[in-house]
């Protein structure tokens, strides 16, 4: 008996490390798992869609009026059908999207919607990481459930050395795949 492989729903904003997050879908795919990829606008900006789908084999979400033809709007739809939501690498401004209940983007909206465990990986400058706002926010998601994996000490892109590296993308890969094999979805 085949069984269908756990969808990932992989959430990329707009931080230099995105481009890290190519491996990470491309590494999920290899392991049997069907990605589907979410883009921010600010994701766009340092890498296209186009190299995420490729690489999941799925149309890239980007926008809350895609429609791939079903009656319920993609995110919604994703949203019912994922074992896991992957936000990778999660920026200071999705922290406080998600930690407040926005929804302005699809990542947001699937956020919202879905029932799936929550990874979140960050990548961000560590003056911003460590502020104040930004550690109320994620330690308000982790108390709804969120999981945070990361960030690391290293030499940042913005020339700083301190946390705020994006996690390593292989054990990002292997947490996932913890967490979908214990959501049985």
Same mark, same amino acid.
């Given at each position: 008996m085949n069984q269908e492989p756990p969808v990932i729903i992989v959430g990329i904003t707009g931080s230099i490390a995105a481009y890290k997050a190519a491996d990470l879908v491309s590494k999920l795919v290899k392991r049997g798992c069907e990605v589907h990829v979410t883009m921010t606008h600010g994701a766009q900006q340092f890498i296209t869609p186009l190299t995420f789908q490729t690489l999941s084999r799925n149309p890239v979400i980007s926008s809350v009026f895609e429609n791939p033809g079903q009656w319920k709007p993609a995110h919604i739809a994703l949203a019912d059908r994922a074992a896991l939501l992957l936000i990778v690498p999660a920026t200071a401004n999705i922290l406080a999207e998600l930690a407040h209940g926005f929804a302005s983007n699809p990542l947001?909206?699937? #956020?919202?919607? =879905? +029932? #799936? !465990?929550?990874?979140? &990986? !960050?990548?961000? $400058?560590?003056?911003?990481?460590? *502020?104040? #706002? =930004?550690? *109320? $926010? &994620?330690? +308000? +998601?982790?108390?709804?459930g969120a999981e945070f994996i990361g960030p690391e000490e290293g030499m940042l892109a913005c020339g700083y050395e301190g946390i705020g590296r994006l996690w390593k993308i292989d054990e990002i890969v292997e947490r996932a795949m913890e967490l979908v094999a214990g959501s049985k979805r």
């Open positions: 947001t909206e699937i #956020a919202l919607a =879905t +029932l #799936a !465990p929550l990874l979140i &990986a !960050p990548a961000m $400058n560590g003056k911003m990481w460590l *502020h104040a #706002a =930004t550690q *109320h $926010n &994620a330690a +308000l +998601l982790r108390s709804r």
